[in-house]
T-cell receptor, first 109, second 113 residues
Framework: GQQLNQSPQSMFIQEGEDVSMNCTSSSIFNTWLWYKQDPGEGPVLLIALYKAGELTSNGRLTAQFGITRKDSFLNISASIPSDVGIYFCAALTGNQFYFGTGTSLTVIP | NAGVTQTPKFQVLKTGQSMTLQCAQDMNHEYMSWYRQDPGMGLRLIHYSVGAGITDQGEVPNGYNVSRSTTEDFPLRLLSAAPSQTSVYFC????????????FGPGTRLTVT
């Protein structure tokens, strides 16, 4: 099956710092997505990207769809304690979604 | 709207037992799907459905059956549970197949002993 390689696996940062994580694949996708999952809950969509090279922002979050269509990154600026959670990239091909292995983010006040 | 609901929230089974995980949505979504989430593995698609009466296999379908008799419900059946099926199961729905905005349920934590 498809494999999305997400890095880093975990991050420990000070409140106020910026965060960057990325996702790569050997396959081409037409849609890239970023989700956040809080403990004991299902993932919630943060940003969706539809075109190669597209750069999209949602508040302090910025994500880009790589020009090769094989990668994407997510940046979080000026982190706050409620940013804590697991961030997943996902990619869509046809009717099937594929998810990365997640980046666990800890924000130290 | 309740969104996507899943029952039960927790379940313990013995090897070989069968059970059905329930999933329902009240958003009139055509597309529904089941995932399992294991540590370090992310979410993996088990089965999905693009509408009532239509189901298809995802990435890891073995050991699971699904059916879609109504738009609202998409149950996942384990016919003979195995310890390898210990996981957290999420149901999700979206307006249409290929629609990015999936809404996830709260999950079912299943342990098979």
């Amino acid at each position: 099956g498809q494999q999305l390689n997400q890095s880093p696996q975990s991050m420990f940062i000070q409140e106020g710092e910026d965060v960057s994580m990325n996702c790569t694949s050997s396959s081409i996708f037409n849609t890239w997505l970023w989700y956040k999952q809080d403990p004991g809950e299902g993932p919630v969509l943060l940003i969706a990207l539809y075109k190669a090279g597209e750069l999209t922002s949602n508040g302090r979050l910025t994500a880009q769809f790589g020009i090769t269509r094989k990668d994407s990154f997510l940046n979080i600026s000026a982190s706050i304690p409620s940013d804590v959670g697991i961030y997943f990239c996902a990619a869509l091909t046809g009717n099937q979604f594929y998810f990365g292995t997640g980046t666990s983010l800890t924000v130290i006040p | 709207n309740a969104g996507v609901t899943q029952t039960p929230k927790f379940q313990v089974l013995k090897t070989g037992q069968s059970m059905t995980l329930q999933c329902a949505q009240d958003m009139n979504h055509e597309y529904m799907s089941w995932y399992r989430q294991d540590p370090g593995m992310g979410l993996r698609l088990i089965h999905y459905s693009v509408g009532a009466g239509i189901t298809d296999q995802g990435e890891v379908p073995n050991g699971y059956n699904v059916s879609r008799s109504t738009t609202e419900d998409f149950p996942l059946r384990l016919l003979s549970a195995a310890p390898s099926q210990t996981s957290v199961y999420f149901c999700a729905s979206s307006y249409a197949g290929g629609d990015y905005e999936q809404y996830f349920g709260p999950g079912t934590r299943l342990t098979v002993t």
